[in-house]
């Protein structure tokens, strides 16, 4: 995980300089501001005397002396426990202290800390009474400033009240940042151009360090104030990736960049002073991104994950990522569930439902005893009410987990202290258990549980973490019985985690953490309620006018665990296990041609032959072309031979063209307004075709005349569709309707008649339909931007969706029926989950698309440009514009074995084209 890889590198990074101090010595909301060289004079002018040399570091609550000697202690003193503070050998008591002139710096306090001595990482030893510490600088001229700096910040430490502490402490800061700025001489080139400069905190975990923001044409930088760890970082432009923005102790002051597309530690992460600074520098590295994508929606995933793209685990960490989850900031680390509940068999059956966790409840509602108990608080509480005292993900949590490879964090998070041996991470059933059972344990997993490290299960340190009440050391982590090693364990947790059972339940647990269980009623009958101050907006910071107040209510936001962002607010999409395996994986750039396949069966080849189809469908190359009409064309239909093509125009004419001859074959004029679909009926006797001037037109091709004309609708029919003998007509009345044709032997005539069987009421008009496979479910599309997925079988709505800004041009179900994908006037392409009617991926072109068709993952459009565009919908993006038509691409049709593909468009025209394989 990339935490365990960024502590790893920063112990090597310390190892290779021999440098001990981090700002992991600093308290919680300390500042780090100024180090000298010094040395420190033990037994000041005895006999004993001896000099230390080391660095002085000045820090808002303390003052901190790492010597050189790896042997010695750090020595860390609490500026509040200091008594006096001046210049070595002078006299005088005033609490007050005069300004010093010269000579060492003398420190008179009550208490100090030693750290890391012969540089183990270890509880902090603590010295109490009355002491005096000397330490002289190497620069004399620098000891009047410096004293200066101290009793400033001793006045601050001793402040009555914390929120009066935090002010002028603040106000130090800030009046140091005022007085310096960037470095230009640090910028790389001379010939960069300076777009912003501004103030701003660098954010790791536990610590945030102060300094200048800088932004140049190619260059990100960041210059700290006290010049730590480095005194500059720099992010070329060309290398981001990503860039998210990000909440802060709940405020919208963080923006994290990212140089890589899949890890989940960032390259930097900044927290600004002011909310438009933040916004200002997010839009420029967001306009230099030639291919950016702002910020992905949660639902642009949730396609990927659907068809078996993306694994569970990629899928929470994306959620999480998005949900503003950052390695960098432990109060919002990313939460990832507790899968397994067996941790006692010697065997783990992940065939067996039992041996999985209910993903449908939280955890503190797993125990109905325990659940009962919380239950009948809540009901005596005043409001606000909340169900638990404690988060399931929190700093403390976090380091909880990870103390044995993150020691220094915990040390920092607990004032210098490990926490009690028998309440240490020791074993992982004995953590399920009292997560279980515990009155205020409700904690839920972190994405460690389900990586490829076991260093933070294995005492590889050799820390000293205590002795538990048996008398047993606290060591490696103690194991479930099915795990035989630390490296098993993660195997078959990662194996539980990517299982069917998980793979069936898991969006459950998505509704609870970053969906529509979260908060209000959904989250009361979920029993998922927790502390107001855990969710986003749940209080104002800058309404808080008490400094007390206001800096005990950020603590308490920091340190308690903060609630994701709410990412989704209707219910999640299932997962289509049966398809995860199977699904080909679809790409617009390397296409590999499949092995000959053996002994299959036809429909087997022609899966096989469609899914090669897909997979080149970016290859499509222009066979011929024919102008058939004098106006646009509006519908294509093709006998089962392919020998003959039907169009229909704006011209009002059917046309029948010949493959074989390449001639037009019969020209037919059913009305003086535009035909604006056509189908041909099976057998390929018939065709149908829907006129503007409302009615529907039946054309025998066998003896060349009209059949009959149904005159089903009360304005212009936009268009129709065919299954099983039954015929669905759309229309600008604001209806479909759902014919039953009675064959021509039961009437005694040879014209088609109809029954009305079923009219779906819209508010607007409706401009296209579409049918799934099994024609049990129709899409329609409005004038009005609405997406309405009805159920056949009862004639009802299932969702209605207003998803475009205009009208939809087109809809189609995915060949498995589990998704609508729609385009519409606003140049939008969406996808929508049919199961819960939520949209979850939209991508939006620079003209509309008129037509399409597609394949569940890849969609080939005709654009209002005359363009064919390929879409990779998994990955989210436009792979190919293929040159067409002039004027818009009005229609589209492909073969059932989809290697055979013609448009129609504005230009009048029909093209054929073929794949190149």
């Not at 979920?526 to 855990?534: D, E, G, I």
């Not at 997925?789 to 998803?803: F, K």
């Amino acid at each position: 995980m990339a935490f365990i890889r960024k502590k790893q590198q920063e112990q090597q990074l310390q190892l290779y300089s021999k440098e001990r101090f981090s700002l992991l010595l600093l308290n919680l909301e300390e500042y780090f501001f100024e180090q000298h060289t010094a040395h420190h004079i033990q037994h000041k002018g005895s006999q004993k005397e001896r000099r230390v040399r080391g660095s002085l570091k000045i820090c808002s609550k303390s003052v901190i002396f790492e010597p050189d000697a790896i042997s010695q202690p750090i020595i860390k003193i609490p500026l509040r426990d200091c008594i006096k503070i001046g210049k070595h050998g002078e006299n005088g008591t005033n609490r007050h202290f005069a300004k010093a002139k010269s000579g060492g710096i003398s420190l008179i306090f009550s208490q100090v800390y030693f750290i890391k001595e012969h540089n183990i990482v270890a509880p902090y030893k603590i010295e109490r009474g009355r002491m005096e510490y000397v330490f002289e600088l190497d620069v004399s001229g620098k000891v009047e400033d410096v004293v200066e700096t101290l009793l400033q910040l001793h006045r601050a430490s001793c402040l009555d009240k914390l929120g009066d502490q935090t002010a002028m402490i603040t106000a130090i800061l800030q009046s140091r940042l005022a007085r310096t700025s960037f470095d230009k001489n640090r910028f790389q080139s001379v010939s960069e151009k300076l777009h912003m400069e501004c103030k701003a905190e660098m954010v790791t975990p536990l610590v945030t360090n102060p300094g200048h923001v800088c932004i140049t044409d190619t260059t990100l930088y960041f210059q700290p104030l006290n010049g730590y760890p480095k005194p500059v970082v720099q992010i070329t432009l060309q290398d981001v990736c990503r860039i998210y923005k990000r909440r802060h102790g709940l405020m919208p002051l963080g923006l994290e960049v990212f140089c890589t597309e899949d890890d989940l530690c960032s390259d930097i992460y900044l927290k600004f002073y002011d909310p438009q600074d933040r916004d200002e520098l997010y839009f420029y590295i967001a306009t230099y991104l030639e291919h950016h994508v702002a910020e992905r929606t949660a639902e642009s995933y949730t396609l990927q994950w659907q068809r078996g793209h993306l694994s569970n685990y990629q899928y929470l960490l994306h959620l999480n990522n998005l949900a503003d989850r950052s390695c960098n900031d432990l109060s919002q680390y990313p939460v990832f569930p507790w899968i397994i509940s067996d941790y006692c068999s010697s065997e783990l059956d992940l065939s067996n439902p039992g041996t999985f966790r209910d993903l449908g409840k939280p955890v503190g509602a797993l125990n109905k005893e325990r659940l009962e108990r919380l239950l009948e608080r809540y009901q005596e509480m005043p409001e606000p009410k909340f169900m638990y005292g404690s988060h399931y993900s929190s700093p403390g949590y976090v380091l909880f987990y990870l103390v044995r490879i993150a020691p220094e964090y915990m040390l920092c998070l607990q004032n210098g202290r490990f926490d009690n041996a028998d309440r240490m991470f020791n074993s992982i059933a004995e953590t399920w258990k009292n997560c279980l059972d515990g009155a205020t344990d409700f904690k839920e997993l972190i994405p460690e549980f389900y990586g490829d490290d076991v260093s933070f299960l294995v005492n590889s340190l050799k820390l000293d973490l205590g002795k538990r009440q048996g008398g047993q050391m606290v060591d490696d982590v103690e194991l479930p019985p099915w795990a035989r090693s630390p490296e098993d364990f993660l195997q078959k947790s990662k194996e539980a985690l990517e299982s069917n059972y998980v793979s069936e339940h898991l969006h459950e647990w998505i509704d609870l953490v970053f969906g529509y269980k979260q908060k209000g009623s959904e989250a009361v009958g979920a029993h998922n309620v927790f502390h107001p101050l855990t969710y986003e907006g749940g209080v104002d910071l800058n309404s808080i006018e008490d400094p007390d107040e206001k800096v005990a209510m950020l603590t308490q936001i920091l340190e308690f665990g903060q609630t994701p962002k709410q990412l989704f607010v209707t219910p999640h999409p299932q997962r289509i296990t049966e398809n995860v395996k199977s699904l080909p994986q679809t790409s617009c750039d390397n296409v590999s041609i499949a092995d000959s396949p053996g002994e299959e069966s036809f429909e087997d080849l022609t899966e096989e032959s469609k899914k090669l189809a897909w997979n080149n469908i970016a290859k499509l190359q222009l066979h011929e072309q024919h102008k058939l009409h004098k106006e646009a064309v509006t519908g294509i239909a093709v006998s089962c031979n392919g020998s003959s093509v039907f169009t229909t125009s704006q011209d009002n004419t059917l046309k029948m063209f010949s493959t074989e001859s390449k001639m037009l074959q019969r020209s037919i004029s059913f009305s003086d307004m535009a035909l604006s679909s056509c189908l041909l009926l099976p057998g390929d006797a018939t065709v149908i075709s829907s006129s503007w001037d409302n009615n529907v037109y039946f054309y025998s091709i066998a003896f060349g005349r009209s059949q009959g004309t149904l005159m089903g609708h009360d304005d212009a029919v936009s268009k129709i569709c065919w299954h099983d003998n039954r015929l669905y007509s759309a229309s600008w009345d604001s209806t479909v309707k759902v014919w039953s044709s009675v064959p021509a032997e039961m009437t005694g005539t040879k014209r088609h008649q109809f029954d009305l069987l079923a009219e779906l009421e819209h508010d607007v008009s409706v401009d296209t339909i579409s049918l799934n496979a099994a024609s049990t479910l129709l899409v329609s599309g409005t004038r009005e931007g609405k997406v309405t997925i009805w159920d056949l079988t009862t004639a009802t709505i299932l969702h209605q969706i207003p998803c475009h800004s205009g009208t939809v041009y087109d809809t189609a179900f995915s060949p498995d029926s589990r998704h609508v994908l729609s385009t519409g006037e606003d140049s939008c392409v969406n996808v929508i989950d049919v199961q819960t009617g939520m949209l979850i991926s939209s991508m939006t072109s620079d003209k509309p698309q008129r037509c399409f068709i597609w394949d569940g993952n890849t969609v080939l459009s005709g654009s209002q440009s005359g363009e064919l565009l390929v879409w990779d919908l998994l990955g989210g993006k436009l792979c190919e514009r293929i040159q067409g038509h002039k004027g818009a691409v009005t229609c589209i049709w492909m073969n059932e074995q989809c290697s055979s593909i013609i448009t129609g468009g504005e230009d009048r025209k029909i093209m054929f084209w073929k794949l190149q394989y």
